[in-house]
């Protein structure tokens, strides 16, 4: 089964960087994409980004578009979210996930998630 564990979040500052790293186990042979989903407090999850294995095609959300980066290592199983220009509404706790999909986009795709990172932007 796969296992997929977040790490890097806590609080920052707006306009500051955050950069949240993510390790798969346990089967990660049969991971294709990978994304970056977020949750905000009273809101429903939303998606990030995401990456397909190779790493030849990113899908961004509006949000990301131009502040945040996705890399991914398969050598290692690890997928990163960069995040720069933070804002306060982009805090949230962020879910890394897995989809045995070669592209996926939305947390519909996805068959594999972690428990998740907290983040905080203060103002």
């Known amino acids: 089964q796969v296992q997929l564990v977040e790490s890097g979040g806590g609080l920052v500052q707006a306009g500051g960087s955050l950069r949240l790293s993510c390790a798969a186990s346990?089967?990660?042979?049969?991971?294709?994409?990978m994304g970056w989903f977020r949750q905000a407090p009273g809101k429903e999850r939303e998606t990030v980004i995401t990456?397909?294995?190779?790493?030849?095609?990113?899908y961004y959300a509006d949000s990301a578009k131009g502040r945040f980066t996705i890399s991914r290592d398969n050598a290692k199983n690890t997928v990163d979210l960069q995040m720069n220009s933070l804002k306060p509404e982009d805090t949230a706790v962020y879910y890394c996930?897995?989809?045995?999909?070669?592209?996926?986009?939305?947390?519909?795709?996805?068959?594999?998630w972690g428990k998740g990172t907290l983040v905080t932007v203060s103002s």
């Open positions: 990456v397909t294995k190779s790493g030849s095609s990113t």
């Open positions: 346990g089967g990660a042979y049969s991971i294709n994409a």
């Open positions: 996930a897995a989809s045995r999909q070669t592209f996926a986009t939305s947390q519909t795709h996805m068959h594999y």
